[in-house]
């Protein structure tokens, strides 16, 4: 029997990484992405944002890079990112 919490993870930690939400455009993707987040990474700067639109502006790619301190760390930012009703995918 496989349990994964006995697993190790293959990223060493703290470590860079870049966490992608991508939804409908608008102020509110924005601000419900930014505050996931912040809920995990309190000390996150504006200059960790990327924001690009689709080519016709209807949907928004959302690029955090954050200083990640542990895989929980990581995975509750992603429960909280895949929940969000603003959110259809995050990467």
């Known amino acids: 029997m496989n349990d994964d919490s006995n697993q190790t993870s293959l990223l060493?930690?703290?470590c860079q990484f870049s966490v992608k939400a991508m939804g409908k455009s608008g102020p509110a993707l924005e601000l419900a992405v930014w505050e996931i987040v912040r809920r995990y990474v309190p000390d996150i700067t504006e200059d960790?944002?990327?924001i690009i639109?689709?080519?016709?502006?209807?949907?928004?790619?959302?690029?955090?890079?954050?200083?990640?301190?542990?895989?929980?760390?990581?995975?509750?930012?992603?429960?909280?990112?895949?929940a969000?009703?603003?959110?259809?995918?995050?990467?």
């Open 12 to 14: 060493k930690f703290p």
């Open 48 to 50: 960790a944002i990327s």
């Open 53 to 82: 639109a689709s080519k016709n502006g209807t949907y928004t790619s959302i690029t955090l890079t954050v200083t990640a301190q542990s895989k929980q760390q990581l995975d509750d930012i992603y429960q909280d990112l895949t």
């Open 84 to 91: 969000c009703e603003h959110v259809l995918y995050a990467l």
